[in-house]
């Protein structure tokens, strides 16, 4: 019997095992080796087309996708996001790198950070990045320098912090005051730094950028930032007499991990924030600028899929059962920080009765290298079996290490009944190749 799991690119099949974009999990795991990133190419782009064409619904040819590169940044993802035609969110000379080794074009790219290195600043400047997204003053002075001493007006957004809590977990909400992240308006930052980068030589203000958080299922907070930002633009216009071609409002949509959330509708969510921005913008008699949204986890998380090997299955009894795999918190650190929710199941036995409560652990040497607790498997689950984590194509790769010395899994990128390495497997060489 054919099953669906979180999202209606993960089934089963025939064989009783799970299947991601209708391919056999347990066949990929024994080709590839264990752990293994899995990522439906055919999925990501689906998303990007849901995300381009939700923009295009509401804003035409004003609204752009930028995808925010943190959440899964290597070649292949850069050269799909060139082929898509969508602008990227990098952070650091490293994304930068990356982008441009995989051939994309540099000008469609808006450098984020809230401590931008000189060397990370010449770097992109020397690589053409197209959007510097200041977030204060002494950045933009030296973004200023760098800029004078090529000779080159460069174009900036201002990140500006609206002040917003976004509901979500602490660690990943970014727009309030206190932030690290940004200019706030309260505090009357945010309009200073407007009045200098307009009277700056090298400087080409191009407009305002606000993210207030990630994992964010509610659109009334995107709705109360976009007012916030289109008062201060008011605000700006009536005492300063600017007016920006771009607003950029970030990226956080809500992903789905396990089957009790919801499932965001991405056009619906467009198009409540779109059709606010046009009636705001319109009640201030300001001219609609180009809107920017900048996606991140809702276009690779559920398309990404982590597989591991059973290894020990300990039973304490009366207390808990742990089933260790051949993974962990260097794979997929998100419940060790953030008490992240996942969807686990034994790829193998999918047809079977989950009755046995477990700890699903990696092999680190660290108590809090869980993957996933409370969970149920099947009573049967043993080593050799294989455990599939489902929707962890977003800040899991991105945020691996190197803990204990255990080299990071390779990325298989699934396309169409085919499959391509788009990161190799980590070797012990790999990991000393550095050490002198
Ligand atoms: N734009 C900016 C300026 C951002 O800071 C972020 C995420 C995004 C866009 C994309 O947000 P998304 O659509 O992916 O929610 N490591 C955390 C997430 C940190 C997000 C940081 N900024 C996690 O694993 O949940």
């Known amino acids: 019997m054919k099953k669906e799991f979180i999202c209606e690119n993960i089934t089963s099949n025939g064989d009783g095992h799970l299947c991601l974009g209708g391919q056999d999990v347990v066949t990929l795991a024994e080709k590839y080796g264990t752990p293994l990133y899995l990522m439906d190419e055919d999925r990501i782009r689906e998303r990007i087309n849901t995300f381009k064409g939700a923009v295009h619904n509401c804003l035409g040819d004003n609204g752009i996708i930028a995808y925010a590169s943190k959440a899964a940044s290597f070649k292949e993802m850069y050269r799909i996001m060139k082929s898509e035609n969508v ?21 469609k790219a808006l450098f984020h950070s809230n401590n931008k290195t000189d060397d990370d600043i010449a770097f992109a400047m020397d690589n053409g990045v197209g959007f510097f997204v200041v977030d204060n003053e002494e950045e933009l002075f030296v973004i200023e320098r760098e800029a004078g001493k090529r000779n080159i007006t460069q174009k900036i957004l201002l990140r500006i912090t609206p002040g917003i809590d976004s ?18 308006i309260e505090t009357g930052q945010a309009k200073a730094i407007t009045k200098t980068a307009l009277s700056r030589k090298n400087i080409a203000l191009s ?7 990630s994992q964010i299922f509610d659109t009334d907070v995107f709705c109360k930032a976009v007012r916030i930002m289109a008062d201060f633009i008011a605000d700006i216009s009536n005492t300063i007499g600017y007016t920006p071609e771009i607003l950029d409002m970030g990226g956080g949509f809500g992903v789905r991990y396990l089957p009790s959330e919801p499932i965001v509708d991405i056009n619906k969510f467009i198009s409540v924030i779109g059709e606010n921005i046009k009636k705001v913008f319109k009640d201030l008699d300001i001219k609609l600028p180009t809107i920017i949204f900048e996606p991140g986890r809702s276009i690779v998380a559920d398309a990404g899929m982590t597989v591991y090997t059973v290894g020990t299955v300990k039973k304490v009894p009366d207390f ?15 419940y060790a920080m953030y008490k992240a929710n996942y969807t686990l199941l034994v790829a193998n036995k999918i047809d079977e009765i989950c009755d046995m409560p477990a700890s699903v652990v990696g092999r680190c040497c660290e108590s809090g290298d869980i993957i996933q607790e409370n969970v149920t498997v099947p009573a049967s689950v ?3 079996d294989i ?3 489902l929707t962890t194509g977003a800040y899991n790769y991105s945020m691996a290490s190197n803990y204990n010395r255990i080299p990071r899994p390779p990325v298989v990128i699934l396309n169409k ?7 190799r497997r980590e070797t012990f060489s790999d990991i000393c190749s550095l050490d002198e």
């Open 167 to 184: 509901h979500t977990f602490e660690a990943v909400s970014t727009g309030k005051v206190d932030s690290k992240f940004g200019s706030a």
């Open 387 to 389: 455990v599939a984590c």
């Open 207 to 213: 407009g305002y950028h606000c993210h207030i958080g």
């Open 417 to 423: 009944g085919g499959s391509r390495i788009a990161v």
């Open 87 to 107: 602008f990227i969110d990098v952070v650091s000379g490293g994304e930068i790198y990356t982008a441009a080794n995989a051939g994309f074009p540099l000008e």
């Open 382 to 384: 043993k080593r050799g």
């Open 320 to 334: 808990v059962n742990y089933v260790s795999v051949d993974g962990g918190m260097t794979d997929n650190v998100r």
